[in-house]
């Protein structure tokens, strides 16, 4: 390739990894790479998408993508992250490329399903590394995690993705999901390229306490919900199911549709509310979804797609919400996105699962099924009392301070675990107030020579470099 082609194609890496709503492209990919993989039939050209070697292949990708973002993230631990280094990108996409390849050829057409088995354990392990990979991309980027902002990306291009993948003649089809991990894997080395390694930094633990306690709810919630959906999905029997393999692929599209929706409304409206003021009527959908299929068979079709949708939208909602705590300094970027990666893919393997073993073992189907259906919905109507309660700390989390005593917290947080002498906390609270060294210097009667000296002593304990960073990191800001 010339020097001209090559720098224009440099041009147009840096103008998506860098764009405001492009730079999230990377992360669409790897979300697309599972949705077009599992859910269109086309990817499986000679096997039938719910044979018993693709379901259980699908259990099996599940666990990986679940468990190597977990495992990561107790590795690293709250002070170390994962570098997104080429030495590691590449591997792992042409990893996870080869395995798609695999899976969907030699391992539908093998006499013994391990192939199959071993090819889905990579392709999860991948597509897991490559999440947490761009969980911390992003947030050195200091990417906002606002519906306006993700979803143009998310929802046109995984309908269009899933689009080409469902019309794409023969064997094709596996060939185009397989270069989505290579497409994701390029544009994460062209950020990497564009942006040096840099991390948010975290709020002291005491001051983070509070966003803790809103990740382990809003994650348990989702785990539930995905649970409960993917039983549901996996209960609904294929009689009634118009087209068994297209419904798959339809309630993922109905998905990604009312994610563009949301975002839509929410910019016709100017609504500036937050969109995890959304969380509950999900969950009210969920029970909807339940009693639909304990009312009538007639409405069972209807129940399965409602399930599949209001899943990929628990997904997206929780990536959302964990880059704003990342951002926030409640997490590291590590373990905020296993936790929204892991719980979700969890809760499906687990509930399909569920729904699985119903299935195989004499008696349990007509014995269980709808005690469990029963039980689910108690326990999501629960869970629903407790989002409506911690509703107001969850959307909370997302915004800078605005009470006076919020702000003084944080301050005295800081300063206690930096070591900072009390003439240093009271000028950073000063300073987080909005007020300028002199204008410090003139209320607290000292000289602005020694304002700014103990500005100085404060950005060394802290690591920060200028007033901005020091006014965003207590206003929760990046």
């Known amino acids: 390739m010339s020097e001209g082609p090559r720098q224009r194609a440099n041009t147009v890496l840096a103008s998506v990894v860098l764009g405001p709503r492009l730079k999230y492209l990377g992360l669409t990919l790897v979300l697309a790479w599972h949705y077009c993989l599992w859910f269109v039939p086309n990817s499986f050209p000679t096997t039938f998408l719910l044979d018993d070697r693709i379901t259980f292949a699908w259990l099996i990708a599940l666990a990986a993508a679940a468990g190597v973002p977990l495992v990561l993230a107790w590795q690293l631990g709250r002070r170390r992250h994962l570098e997104a280094k080429p030495q590691l990108v590449w591997p792992v996409a042409l ?20 192939l199959a ?43 269009a993705l899933i689009g080409v993948t469902y019309v794409a003649p023969g064997w094709l089809a596996p060939v185009i ?3 989505l991990p290579l497409l994701s894997g390029l544009l994460l080395c062209a950020q990497v390229r564009e942006l040096p ?34 039983y549901t999905v996996a209960i609904v029997p294929w009689e009634a199911l118009a087209s068994v393999q297209d419904a798959f692929t339809l309630g993922i599209v109905i998905g990604a549709a009312l994610v563009l929706l949301f975002a839509v409304l929410q910019r016709t409206f100017r609504d500036g509310r937050s969109a995890f003021r959304v969380y509950p009527w999900l969950m009210l959908l969920i029970v909807i979804a339940c009693v639909m299929y304990l009312a009538d068979d007639r409405l069972d079709g209807a129940a399965f797609l409602l ?28 373990i905020a996105f296993a936790l929204s990666g892991s719980a979700i893919r969890l809760g499906i393997c687990l509930g399909n699962g569920t729904a699985l073993v119903y299935e195989r073992v004499p008696g349990w189907h007509e014995l269980l099924v709808r005690p469990t259906f029963v039980l689910l919905v108690a326990v999501v109507a629960g869970l629903l009392i407790t989002m409506v309660r911690q509703e107001y700390a ?11 005593s919020e702000l003084a ?3 005295n947080s800081v300063a206690e675990e930096f070591m900072l002498s009390e003439r240093e906390r009271e000028i950073m609270a000063l300073v987080g107030h909005g007020y300028t060294a002199s204008a410090v210097a003139e209320k607290l009667v ?20 200028k007033r901005s960073e020091l006014i965003g990191y207590l206003h929760r800001s990046g």
Request: proline fraction near 5%.
């Open 394 to 404: 969850i959307e909370e989390l997302t915004r800078s301070p605005q009470a006076e």
């Open 177 to 179: 999901v397989a270069v």
């Open 117 to 159: 088995y071993a090819s889905a354990l990579v392709v999860g392990g991948c597509a897991g590394v490559l999440w947490v990979l761009w969980g911390e991309r992003l947030a050195c980027q200091k990417a906002k995690f606002t519906l306006g902002r993700v979803a143009p990306t998310y929802g046109g291009f995984l309908l």
């Open 446 to 465: 000292i000289s602005p020579y020694t304002v700014n000296t103990h500005i100085q002593h404060i950005y060394r304990k802290l690591g920060i470099h």
């Open 307 to 334: 399930a599949v949708a209001i899943s990929s939208l628990f997904e997206i909602l929780l990536t959302l919400y964990m880059g704003v705590l990342t951002q926030r300094g409640y997490a590291p970027p590590a």
């Open 409 to 411: 917290a944080i301050v």
């Open 95 to 114: 990893l996870g490329s080869a395995g798609t390849v695999t899976l969907c050829t030699l391992g539908m057409l093998a006499e013994t399903p391990w």
């Open 197 to 230: 390694q840099c991390h948010p930094r975290l709020l002291p633990a005491k001051a983070a306490i509070q966003g803790k306690n809103t990740m382990v709810t809003v994650t348990v919630i989702s785990f539930v919900a995905a649970f409960v959906c993917y």
